[in-house]
């Protein structure tokens, strides 16, 4: 979500000749709070995304909403990294996907210093990109950003709640914060070594360690890491019983999502606005926890678990 790839893709290859695979969405859905009069009806929309889990889910609820305002929608999730999937948007090879701000602003638009007001982050995103053919739509309060987290018998233990509370810690007690990390986030100014500074953190790194981000969850669920880096929509946060330390001095960049459309594709069809903007509205950081923990945590697919999300919302029937 945060990071752009290279371009090699999952199952679809993106070059000269587009992109080569696809699969039609075949949900039994009909209008419910959106798609009313089938407005996109005729339309043939490709839909793409990422492949971490988040995307997939994301990917298929925008789908699941083309199809309920009668567009017939192809299925091309699932592209490796951001880059490959965001040429796809922007070439016309695929026609919409959710993105994120940050994502956008940092790697796409090459900017160096995020905007700490999300929706001034959004805004300058979509601003930038008219002259890239790519058309943002508002903003979700979903930010899947970069946080740290803790167990409950830290936070009972020491009442922390914020990174200032950590850096506090750190300073008056050293021996008890130790950090694990995603060795790319170690060595990220938007990563360890901004946060520091900007938080007066001092940890030495003998107390840092550096693995996998799935090992980072469990071992500070078990106590093993006093704090873990996270990412703020991941399911296992609570799956965990884990507490995201807060930003209390909005040092880490918005990553909020929104539907990135091809220009073309939305000016032919306008409705799309009207379609999904009701949808985006409804997806906040707690919503995406749960749906990713479905995937993640539970073993469920991620297309089913949009579809019943979309159905239980009453988007679509």
Not at 172 to 201: H, I, Q
Not at 245 to 252: E, H, I, L
Request: charged fraction near 20%; glycine fraction near 10%; charge should be neutral.
């Amino acid at each position: 979500m945060r990071r752009a790839a290279g371009l090699l893709l999952a199952g679809v290859l993106v070059g000269g000749c587009g992109l080569s695979s696809g699969s039609p969405m075949v949900d039994s859905v009909r209008p419910g709070s959106i798609g009313r009069g089938e407005p996109l009806k005729g339309a043939r929309l490709t839909v793409t995304s990422k492949a971490d889990t988040e995307s997939l889910v994301l990917g298929s609820i925008m789908g699941i909403a083309f199809q309920a305002a009668g567009a017939h929608v192809t299925d091309r999730t699932g592209i490796q990294g951001s880059i490959g999937a965001r040429e796809a948007v922007r070439s016309g090879d695929a026609d919409a996907m959710y993105d994120y701000t940050g994502t956008a602003w940092i790697s796409y638009q090459g900017n160096s210093e995020p905007i700490p007001d999300p929706y001034d982050q959004w805004e300058a995103v979509r601003n930038a990109d008219v002259r890239n053919g790519v058309s943002w739509l508002p903003p979700a309060r979903l930010n899947n950003t970069y946080a740290l987290a803790t167990n409950q018998s830290l936070v009972k233990k020491y009442g922390i709640r914020t990174l200032s509370d950590v850096a506090a810690l750190a300073k008056s007690d050293p021996r008890s914060v130790t950090l694990c990390v995603e060795g790319e986030f170690a060595n990220r100014t938007d990563g360890l070594r901004g946060m520091e500074k900007a938080y007066g953190m001092n940890v030495p790194a003998s107390r840092v360690t550096q693995m996998d981000t799935g090992i980072i969850y469990t071992q500070t669920a078990k106590g093993s890491c006093r704090f873990g880096e996270v990412y703020t929509t991941d399911g296992r946060i609570d799956a965990m019983n884990l507490t995201v330390m807060a930003d209390d001095k909005q040092f880490f960049p918005n990553y909020n999502a929104a539907p990135e459309i091809n220009s073309g594709t939305l000016e032919k069809w306008p409705a799309i606005a009207d379609v999904l903007n009701p949808v985006t509205a409804r997806l906040d950081n707690t919503v995406a926890r749960t749906l990713n923990a479905k995937v993640d945590v539970d073993g469920q697919d991620p297309h089913q678990v949009a579809l019943e999300w979309m159905k239980q919302q009453g988007f679509v029937k």
